[in-house]
């Protein structure tokens, strides 16, 4: 079957070290890395964020946590918070799994946070979605970015029919309610094909791994014609985790960031609250750097020296109304889109590709 690729390079170490790339199955593109962790506490997390923030790639992360320790509250997240802080990694780049069996009695503790660690600029994703004892209506409660499938319930999804009804079930649930939802342990094309059938958009698993030649295959699907879309999303339905370096970054700092990885299409800049100033767009800023006497120009100077101002549209945004935004500037129509939450802080972009497919689709 053909197949898109995407170059990943695994992080030194051991095979069982190596990070999950989650996979976006429209474009074969890394959004996220998500590392080993061989323990279900903090500890183990902590023990495993140093395989997927070295210098060697920039690439936003998925970190499982244990409810527990979001239901501990400041204190008990406070390592976590010290632990991406001194490997330079910053909120709106990392999602926070939250996993494990979630007890009525400690909702709201639960609940306020999840609230808090949103507040501080994370994106928040409930787990085990399906098998694990995860009230539904919590995904309304807590609104998360993402929620992911049970791996044991994805198991068997190939052989039971009524499990894949489950699945598909809780996929358009989620997309009803403005959920992205990530599909784990796919491990056959059988399952993928299932995943895509229900509209999911995010996947990883052992099929989606980076095979000899460091890249990700990931199978294209077959295409068949199929009802028309239902027009009218908004920006928030399409939005991928963004990288962010601090205003001052230097461009060698932008060029570490923008790493091998192609699936890195933007740096965000921003300030010490979070909010959008300007905008590193790929196919202009490297070959900027690499032209001739680029570094010696450019590489130890302030990387805003060769940014762009960042186009913001809030998370609100219809997709028609992003795309009228991204039509202003003919010179950066397929710049990406930094989306930002209430408060005028990125969350995240929007690839203009990805909405203009979307649209397309609809009108067919």
Do not use: K
């Amino acid at each position: 079957m053909p197949s898109r690729t995407s170059p990943f390079s695994p992080a030194p170490g051991p095979a069982a070290a190596n990070p999950a790339p989650v996979v976006d199955l429209d474009t074969g593109g890394v959004i996220a890395l998500q590392p080993a962790v061989r323990g279900e506490n903090l500890s183990s997390v902590l023990q495993a964020i140093p395989h997927v923030t070295g210098a060697e790639t920039r690439m936003p992360l998925l970190l499982p946590l244990p409810s527990a320790v979001v239901i501990g509250g400041s204190a008990a997240l406070a390592p976590l918070h010290e632990a991406l802080r001194v490997r330079g990694r910053r909120p709106p780049e990392v999602i926070l799994l939250v996993r494990g069996d979630f007890a009525r009695i400690e909702r709201r503790a639960l609940l306020t946070g999840l609230t808090g660690l949103r507040a501080a600029g994370y994106l928040t994703a409930i787990g085990d979605l399906g098998a694990g004892h995860v009230p539904l209506d919590l995904l309304a409660d807590a609104a998360p970015y993402l929620a992911a499938l049970s791996p044991a319930l994805m198991a068997e999804v190939p052989r039971d029919r009524r499990r894949a009804a489950l699945a598909e079930s809780l996929s358009a649930l989620a997309r009803e309610l403005g959920v992205h939802m990530l599909a784990p342990a796919v491990a056959g094309e059988a399952q993928l094909a299932a995943v895509r059938s229900w509209g999911v958009r995010l996947a990883q698993g052992p099929l989606l791994v980076p095979g000899p030649s460091g890249r990700v295959h990931v199978p294209l699907p077959v295409v068949e014609r199929g009802p028309a879309a239902p027009l009218g999303p908004r920006v928030q339905d399409f939005l991928l985790p963004a990288v962010t370096l601090p205003c001052d970054a230097t461009a060698e700092e932008a060029v570490a960031a923008f790493g091998g990885e192609p699936s890195v299409t933007s740096v965000v800049l921003v300030d010490e609250y979070q909010r959008p100033r300007a905008s590193l767009d790929r196919g202009r800023f490297l070959p900027a750097i690499a032209g001739r006497f680029g570094h010696a120009l450019h590489a130890r100077r302030p990387a805003a020296r060769l940014a762009a101002p960042a186009r913001v549209v809030p998370r609100s945004t219809p997709a028609i109304a992003a795309i009228r935004t991204a039509g202003h500037d003919p010179a950066r129509v397929y710049d990406d889109l930094v989306v930002t939450d209430e408060m005028g802080r990125c969350i995240g972009i929007v690839r203009v590709s990805d909405l203009i497919r979307h649209v397309a689709s609809g009108a067919r």
